[in-house]
C-alpha cells in the first residue's frame, strides 16, 4: 500500500505538472494572438507593394493596368500573382490580378479593353451605379460574387468565390478605388461603405416594321449574353429574327426561340461568321423564354396585342 507521505508527493507532483502545463499553454496562446494582431496590425495608408510587379508587366500590354485603392484587411499586396492571357471575349489580352488571404480566400481582378462594350456584358447580372457609371453586379447562391465595370476605355472584372469576405458593398469599395499603377497609387483599408443603387433595365426593344410589313431585327448572342435581352413583338404581325454570335459563346450557338403555344424554332450557328434567320407570326400574347442548349443564356420575347 502506498503510505500517505507517497501520495501527497504524488499529488505535488502533479499539481507542479499540471501548473507548468497550463503555463505553457498560456505561453503559446498569447503568442499565436500577439503573431496573429502583428500580422493583422498593417499600416492603415502606404504605398502599394505590387506597383513595380504590375508596371513591369504594363510594359508588354496595350493599356495601363489599373490596382485598388481599397482592400479588406490580411489580403498579401505583396505578392500579388499577375497572369496575362489573350482571354477576352473576342480575343483581347487580358491581365489578372490576383490576391489572397491568408486563410486561403482569393479576389480576382481581371481587365481588359472591350473590343464591343455595349455587347459583352455580365450574363445573369443587374446593372448598379457606380463612380464609374454604370456597372453589372452578379451574386449567386453558390458564394461567387462578381462586378463588371468600365474605367475610361478598360473594363474591370472583380469576383471572389467566398461572399463572407468580399461583399457586394466591399466588392464595390474595391472598383470605386482603382487607379493607375503608375501613381504609386495608396492603399487603405478604410473607405466610406457605398449603398448598392440598381439600375432599372432599359426598356424592351421593339422592332420597327419594315416596308414589307415585317418585323424584322437582329439578335446577338455575346460571351456575355443576348443583345437583346427583352424584345417586345406585335401579335399577328410576321416577325423576320437574324441570328449571330459575337465571339466565343460555347453553347450559346444555338437558339431555342418558343413562338406560342408547344412550337418553337431551334437554330445552330456553324461558325462565328455563320448567319441563321428565323420566321414566324406570333399568334399567342404572352412572355415567351428563349434559350440556348444549356439554358445558360436566356432572354424574353413579349407578344402584345
Not at 491581365?95 to 481581371?110: F, K, P, S, W
Not at 418585323?215 to 429574327?241: A, C, D, H, W
Amino acid at each position: 500500500m502506498t503510505s500517505p507521505r507517497s501520495r501527497r508527493q504524488g499529488q505535488k507532483k502533479l499539481s507542479r505538472k499540471m501548473i507548468a502545463l497550463g503555463v505553457v499553454a498560456i505561453v503559446i496562446t498569447l503568442a499565436v494572438v500577439v503573431g496573429w494582431r502583428l500580422a493583422e496590425d498593417e499600416p492603415a495608408l502606404a504605398e502599394a507593394p505590387e506597383a513595380d510587379a504590375v508596371l513591369e508587366v504594363q510594359q508588354h500590354l496595350p493599356f495601363q493596368i489599373l490596382i485598388p485603392l481599397y482592400l479588406p484587411k490580411g489580403f498579401d499586396r505583396a505578392s500579388v500573382n499577375i497572369t496575362v492571357d489573350q482571354g477576352g471575349p473576342n480575343g483581347e489580352p487580358v491581365v489578372e490580378l490576383a490576391y489572397r488571404m491568408r486563410r486561403g480566400q482569393t479576389i480576382n481582378i481581371r481587365q481588359w479593353v472591350p473590343l464591343n462594350p455595349d455587347l459583352e456584358t455580365l450574363a445573369g447580372s443587374k446593372p448598379i451605379e457606380t463612380k464609374w457609371g454604370k456597372g453589372w453586379l452578379l451574386t449567386q447562391a453558390r458564394g461567387v460574387i462578381a462586378l463588371w465595370v468600365d474605367i475610361g476605355p478598360l473594363r474591370a472584372s472583380i469576383y471572389s468565390h467566398d461572399q463572407d469576405v468580399l461583399t457586394r458593398e466591399k466588392i464595390l469599395q474595391i472598383a470605386e478605388t482603382m487607379g493607375p499603377a503608375s501613381r504609386r497609387q495608396v492603399f487603405t483599408f478604410e473607405v466610406p461603405k457605398p449603398e448598392i443603387r440598381e439600375i432599372p433595365p432599359p426598356p424592351p426593344f421593339e422592332p420597327e416594321i419594315n416596308e414589307d410589313g415585317v418585323q424584322e431585327f437582329t439578335l446577338t448572342i455575346t460571351p456575355g449574353g443576348y443583345s437583346p435581352m427583352r424584345i417586345n413583338v406585335k401579335k399577328g404581325i410576321p416577325v423576320k429574327l437574324h441570328f449571330r454570335a459575337l465571339g466565343e459563346v460555347g453553347c450559346g450557338n444555338t437558339l431555342i426561340l418558343p413562338i406560342g403555344g408547344a412550337s418553337a424554332q431551334s437554330v445552330t450557328l456553324e461558325s462565328e461568321q455563320d448567319e441563321k434567320i428565323v420566321e414566324f407570326t406570333p399568334q399567342q400574347a404572352g412572355a415567351f423564354t428563349f434559350f440556348c442548349g444549356h439554358y445558360m443564356y436566356r432572354g424574353i420575347l413579349t407578344v402584345v396585342e
